[in-house]
């Protein structure tokens, strides 16, 4: 289908106001509007019962973590969730709109990990970061109130990307997880794979693409390694069961469908949710874009579904 009229009108507010795409600006000017623009499309910002920021330990040093709390007693199923930014771009408070509706929605405890960012740390210290704060709270569960048997992983964008590549690591050396979100996932970061044609500078497109990656993976040799492409990975089998949200004019698109067929042809159930019409960026953006509610109550109702059903003997 054409693009919505709600990104039409989000393109031509762009247009209007001379918004630069990120890729033309310097690290800090990028970082800081990133957040701004994140923040004015994410609409009211919901209470949630407790909200706090701590620490774990990370392969570093320590990692910022904030820990969304809905109302409840007791050890709670629990989301990691890793932001979005192209690996470059973000912090704990770029997916707090996000993080708020989850846990309110989910009924589920959501704690968002603050990864190291490149280019000042390339891969894969973001995916060790990531990996290392999953298996510290399945590990220290009780501290953070969390149940350690249903124990979900998530993201959106390069979030995806590395939720994806921590099943890969929690498959070989544990912590058990319950489910994964991919949210337009990037899962093929080999440069003669990037999408061609999309040159729209007031969307997200394959210029923005490359701006990452080159940051992220200043070896290009390393796109090869499944942890940072984990479409490359030679077997899926065994991994948690995955909701893969994808939108209709993203240039991830196609990897992140090739991704969750991957995945059903490895045995793993799969959910895979096209939203018509739909740039990336959307899922973080619904207070400009009703398919971005849309898609975060169905990303809701796929963790109910996980932190139900999942349990010592599921798989």
Do not use: K
Request: glycine content about 10%; aromatic content about 8%; hydrophobic content about 40%.
């Amino acid at each position: 289908m054409p693009l919505d009229p709600q990104v039409v009108a989000y393109r031509a507010a762009r247009a209007a106001a001379g918004t630069p795409p990120l890729y033309t600006q310097s690290l800090a000017e990028a970082r800081a509007a990133d957040l701004a623009a994140i923040r004015a499309g994410g609409g009211d910002v919901e209470p949630v019962h407790q909200v706090r920021d701590t620490h774990v330990p990370g392969p570093a040093g320590d990692l910022p973590v904030r820990v969304y709390r809905p109302a409840g007693d007791g050890p709670l199923p629990t989301l990691l969730y890793f932001f979005g930014g192209g690996w470059t771009l973000g912090s704990v408070d770029t997916a707090d709109g996000i993080c708020r509706r989850l846990a309110n929605a989910s009924g589920g405890q959501v704690v968002t990990v603050g990864y190291r960012l490149a280019p000042e740390h390339p891969f894969p210290a973001a995916v060790h970061d990531c990996h290392a704060a999953t298996a510290w709270i399945a590990a220290h569960a009780e501290e953070f109130g969390a149940d350690p048997e249903r124990l979900v992983v998530g993201g959106d964008s390069a979030g995806g990307n590395l939720a994806a590549a921590v099943t890969l690591l929690a498959r070989a050396t544990g912590p058990r997880l319950a489910g994964q979100l991919l949210v337009y996932p990037n899962t093929d970061q080999r440069a003669d794979r990037a999408p061609a044609g999309d040159e729209d500078p007031l969307l997200f497109n394959r210029h923005s693409v490359d701006w990452y990656r080159r940051h992220y993976l200043p070896d290009p040799a390393d796109a090869a390694d499944p942890q940072a492409s984990p479409l490359l990975a030679a077997d899926l089998a065994g991994l948690p069961p995955a909701l893969v949200v994808t939108a209709e004019y993203d240039p991830l698109r196609e990897e992140g469908e090739r991704y969750a067929e991957r995945l059903r042809e490895a045995g793993v159930p799969v959910t895979l949710s096209r939203y018509p019409g739909m740039i990336h960026g959307f899922f973080a953006m619904p207070g400009v874009f009703d398919a971005g509610r849309r898609a975060q109550d169905e990303a809701a109702a796929f963790l109910r579904d996980r932190f139900a059903l999942a349990g010592p003997a599921d798989g």
